[in-house]
Protein backbone atom coordinates (compact mmCIF):
# COMPACT_ATOMS: atom_id res chain seq x y z
CA UNK A 1 0.00 0.00 0.00
CA UNK A 2 1.68 3.04 -1.20
CA UNK A 3 1.42 5.76 1.34
CA UNK A 4 2.31 9.67 1.61
CA UNK A 5 2.67 11.10 5.21
CA UNK A 6 3.35 15.07 5.49
CA UNK A 7 4.27 16.51 8.52
CA UNK A 8 5.69 19.83 10.09
CA UNK A 9 2.46 21.61 9.57
CA UNK A 10 1.73 23.79 12.67
CA UNK A 11 0.76 27.68 13.54
CA UNK A 12 3.39 30.00 13.17
CA UNK A 13 2.86 34.32 13.25
CA UNK A 14 3.54 35.97 9.89
CA UNK A 15 7.17 36.26 9.06
CA UNK A 16 8.15 33.26 10.71
CA UNK A 17 9.19 29.68 9.07
CA UNK A 18 7.93 26.10 8.69
CA UNK A 19 9.53 22.90 7.38
CA UNK A 20 7.42 20.57 5.64
CA UNK A 21 8.38 16.84 4.91
CA UNK A 22 6.67 14.22 3.38
CA UNK A 23 7.85 10.72 3.44
CA UNK A 24 6.68 8.46 0.86
CA UNK A 25 6.39 3.60 1.65
CA UNK A 26 5.00 1.38 -0.46
CA UNK A 27 6.60 2.45 -3.64
CA UNK A 28 9.64 4.51 -4.82
CA UNK A 29 9.19 8.16 -6.12
CA UNK A 30 12.98 8.22 -7.45
CA UNK A 31 12.04 8.43 -11.07
CA UNK A 32 9.24 10.72 -11.02
CA UNK A 33 7.91 14.29 -10.25
CA UNK A 34 6.84 15.08 -6.45
CA UNK A 35 5.09 18.22 -5.44
CA UNK A 36 3.14 20.14 -2.50
CA UNK A 37 -0.29 21.42 -3.04
CA UNK A 38 -2.23 23.57 -0.40
CA UNK A 39 -6.14 23.84 0.27
CA UNK A 40 -7.67 26.78 1.97
CA UNK A 41 -11.13 26.54 2.79
CA UNK A 42 -13.95 27.76 0.75
CA UNK A 43 -11.01 27.84 -2.13
CA UNK A 44 -9.76 24.86 -4.31
CA UNK A 45 -6.84 22.47 -4.34
CA UNK A 46 -3.76 24.80 -5.51
CA UNK A 47 -0.08 24.17 -6.87
CA UNK A 48 2.35 25.51 -4.54
CA UNK A 49 5.79 24.12 -6.04
CA UNK A 50 7.20 20.72 -7.65
CA UNK A 51 10.70 19.01 -7.93
CA UNK A 52 11.25 16.63 -10.76
CA UNK A 53 13.19 13.22 -10.24
CA UNK A 54 16.44 14.29 -9.69
CA UNK A 55 15.92 16.70 -7.95
CA UNK A 56 17.88 19.61 -10.26
CA UNK A 57 14.60 21.58 -11.42
CA UNK A 58 11.89 22.75 -9.41
CA UNK A 59 8.93 25.01 -10.25
CA UNK A 60 7.13 26.91 -7.67
CA UNK A 61 3.69 29.02 -7.69
CA UNK A 62 4.16 32.89 -8.41
CA UNK A 63 2.65 33.52 -4.85
CA UNK A 64 5.80 31.25 -3.11
CA UNK A 65 8.31 32.12 -5.33
CA UNK A 66 11.02 33.42 -3.19
CA UNK A 67 9.79 32.35 0.15
CA UNK A 68 9.70 28.73 -0.31
CA UNK A 69 12.05 25.64 -1.37
CA UNK A 70 10.91 22.29 -2.56
CA UNK A 71 14.03 19.91 -2.38
CA UNK A 72 13.92 15.76 -2.21
CA UNK A 73 15.86 12.79 -0.61
CA UNK A 74 15.97 10.09 -2.84
CA UNK A 75 17.33 7.58 -0.56
CA UNK A 76 14.88 8.32 1.59
CA UNK A 77 12.08 8.38 -0.68
CA UNK A 78 11.03 11.84 1.17
CA UNK A 79 10.47 15.49 0.06
CA UNK A 80 10.38 18.71 1.60
CA UNK A 81 9.34 22.32 1.72
CA UNK A 82 11.05 25.11 3.25
CA UNK A 83 8.57 28.09 3.61
CA UNK A 84 9.94 31.54 4.83
CA UNK A 85 8.05 34.55 5.42
CA UNK A 86 4.88 33.62 5.89
CA UNK A 87 2.10 35.28 5.56
CA UNK A 88 -2.12 34.91 6.59
CA UNK A 89 -3.06 34.30 2.94
CA UNK A 90 -0.40 30.90 3.13
CA UNK A 91 -3.42 29.13 5.84
CA UNK A 92 -4.09 26.16 4.31
CA UNK A 93 -3.71 22.15 4.55
CA UNK A 94 -0.76 21.33 2.69
CA UNK A 95 -1.23 18.21 0.61
CA UNK A 96 1.88 16.54 -0.73
CA UNK A 97 1.41 14.25 -4.18
CA UNK A 98 3.73 12.07 -5.80
CA UNK A 99 3.50 11.21 -9.73
CA UNK A 100 3.83 8.15 -11.28
CA UNK A 101 3.80 9.35 -15.15
CA UNK A 102 6.30 12.77 -14.94
CA UNK A 103 9.47 12.88 -14.52
CA UNK A 104 9.44 16.85 -15.03
CA UNK A 105 8.35 19.78 -12.01
CA UNK A 106 4.51 19.52 -13.05
CA UNK A 107 2.09 21.99 -11.42
CA UNK A 108 -1.10 19.76 -12.78
CA UNK A 109 -2.96 17.98 -10.35
CA UNK A 110 -3.64 15.94 -12.80
CA UNK A 111 0.21 14.41 -13.11
CA UNK A 112 -0.16 13.23 -9.91
CA UNK A 113 -1.74 9.65 -8.93
CA UNK A 114 -1.09 9.82 -4.97
CA UNK A 115 -1.65 12.02 -2.45
CA UNK A 116 -1.23 12.57 1.27
CA UNK A 117 -4.05 13.36 3.86
CA UNK A 118 -2.70 17.02 4.43
CA UNK A 119 -1.09 18.86 7.09
CA UNK A 120 -2.35 21.91 8.42
CA UNK A 121 -0.74 25.31 8.55
CA UNK A 122 -1.74 28.53 9.87
CA UNK A 123 -0.46 31.67 9.78
CA UNK A 124 -1.46 33.96 12.82
CA UNK A 125 -1.42 38.05 11.61
Known amino acids: QVQLVESGGGLVQAGGSLRLSCAASGRTFSGYAMGWFRQAPGKEREFVAA????????SYADSVKGRVTISRDNAKNTIFLQMNSLKPEDTAVYYCAGSTTSSNASPSVRDYAYWGRGTQVTVSS
Open 51 to 58: INWSGMRT
